[in-house]
């Protein structure tokens, strides 16, 4: 098995540029000691002792990663993708469930740093990061995926997420190009910074457009077993927009496993998407593809937004201030879900 010295008699250097190296402190390096490096590592298949490291340094070349639930696929898919960006710097991921109990996430995040991991990311943002304050004050990196960027740098924690207000307003301005002037906005209860700006987002737009008095929000009740049960409490919001005396010809949900709820809703009541309701997501999840008929949705560059979010703890790790946060626009993907708004039968009904 290949060690540091013969990494270093390769590329022709000491074996504390190669510790230099391999701990990401590059300053002082020209290129092309990079480069040789970089290509005897290669060479020679050198992996470095995790445990040696954290004997020698106290840390460990682990990310703690913090969502609320696996059982929503969107967070398996950022799992994923956090996964990649993290395997290609050189660290390995821990995943915590937390099912957004902010107790939760701080004794998560404080066992991570007892075990040396210097970073981690919380894959769904509470609306204020403050319990996690503390423990950004005392050097641990922390980035929040999806959260409030300027409630997140008072409390020292970067922010990487997509333009969540934006994603409501491409959904509202779909569905009023396509006629529709009576429309509903389901969301959850108001815990995530996400889902107060795709709430706020929803609104602006549908001022903009003069629907006051023509939009419904819905609000799903909280309920003990989080993401678990949104699809069936998004059943339970189908069948209440089915019988609304002026029922909404179009509908967007707070995200694709909630609108996969609404849709089962409106069709246990006879409603046909999109011939009576034109049905709109947020995330694309593999699954609005493969709906029938396929949802149109809002989707997050869930890869550009990992890689940036371990480059940006990478990078956090050891100083003093967190990095620059980075936002990110969504981008509408108009499937077979939306269609022209058809003419009111006399009831009020589509």
Not at 15 to 42: C, G, Q, Y
Not at 163 to 192: C, E, F, K, M, S
Request: with cysteine.
């Amino acid at each position: 098995m290949a060690t540091i010295l013969d990494v270093a008699r390769i590329a022709g250097v000491s074996a504390s540029s190669v510790s230099n190296f391999l701990n990401d402190r590059h300053a002082k390096m020209t290129p092309a000691t990079l480069e040789r490096i970089r290509s005897a590592v290669a060479e020679l298949g050198y992996k470095p002792s995790s445990a040696a490291r954290q004997l020698k340094t106290g840390h460990s070349a682990v990310i703690g990663l913090l969502v609320p639930s696996v059982a929503n696929p969107f967070f398996g898919e950022i799992a994923t993708a956090i996964q990649h960006a993290a395997q290609a710097r050189g660290h390995q991921v821990i995943l915590c469930n937390t099912y957004r109990d902010p107790q939760r996430e701080t004794e998560f995040a404080e066992e991570l740093a007892a075990f040396g991991v210097r970073g981690i990311i919380t894959g769904s943002s509470l609306l204020n990061p403050r319990h996690l304050s503390g423990l950004a004050a005392k050097g641990l990196a922390i980035v929040a995926f999806e959260g409030n960027a300027a409630l997140s740098a008072a409390q020292g924690i970067t922010v990487v997420s997509t333009d969540n207000a934006l994603a409501t307003t491409l959904a509202v301005d779909h569905l009023v190009g396509l006629g529709h002037r009576h429309i509903a906005y389901v969301t959850g209860p108001l815990q995530t910074a996400a889902r107060a700006a795709r709430l706020n987002g929803f609104r602006t737009a549908a001022r903009r457009h003069g629907l006051d008095g023509h939009v419904h929000e819905i609000s799903l009740p909280p309920n003990e077993f989080g993401d678990d049960m949104i699809a069936e409490l998004g059943i339970d919001a189908g069948l209440t927009i089915a019988r609304l005396q002026q029922r909404p010809t179009g509908v967007i949900a707070m995200n694709d496993l909630l609108a996969i709820g609404l849709a089962a809703g409106l069709r246990e009541q006879g409603l046909a998407i999109p011939d009576d309701i034109s049905l709109v997501g947020i995330d694309d999840l593999f699954l609005a593809r493969l709906m029938n008929p396929p949802m149109t949705s809002v989707r997050q560059p869930l890869s550009a937004m990992a890689h940036a979010a371990i480059d940006c703890l990478v990078d956090a790790m050891g100083q003093a201030q967190p990095v620059q946060s980075r936002i990110f626009p969504p981008e509408l993907i108009v499937r077979q879900s939306t269609a022209p708004t058809m003419p009111r039968k006399p009831n009020g009904r589509g």
